[in-house]
Nanobody, 116 residues
Framework: QVQLVESGGGLVQAGGSLRLSCAASGSIFSIDAMGWDRQAPGKQRELVAAVTSGGSTNYADSVKGRFTISRDNAKNTVYLQMNSLKPDDTAVYYC??????????WGQGTQVTVSS
């Protein structure tokens, strides 16, 4: 069993910044990758960003240059720094972790709302 605790969502004006955090705990021997997905109302869930255990990162085209993902391996924690936020970034953001070479888990989500 793996638990993911997300924090950092909220309401911000366009052009502002937010930082999301997600800490993983439980039966984890090794973390392969951590990342963030998001789902806006009426839209499919999409990958926002991910980072592997080796530090490789991947971003959705829509957030490149504005969002930065990072990890603290000692704390099993992943961060998403979101700058220059746009109303289109409004969504529920879900943390995810791939671990023990075969499993995946998602958090319950945190709401990010960007007002114009």
């Amino acid at each position: 069993q793996v638990q993911l605790v997300e924090s950092g969502g909220g309401l911000v004006q366009a052009g502002g910044s937010l930082r999301l955090s997600c800490a993983a705990s439980g039966s984890i021997f090794s973390i392969d990758a951590m990342g963030w997905d998001r789902q806006a109302p009426g839209k499919q869930r999409e990958l926002v960003a991910a980072v592997t255990s080796g530090g490789s990162t991947n971003y959705a085209d829509s957030v490149k240059g504005r969002f930065t993902i990072s990890r603290d391996n000692a704390k099993n924690t992943v961060y998403l720094q979101m700058n220059s936020l746009k109303p289109d970034d409004t969504a529920v953001y879900y943390c995810n972790v791939r671990y023990n070479s075969r499993y995946a888990s998602w958090g319950q989500g945190t709401q990010v709302t960007v007002s114009s």
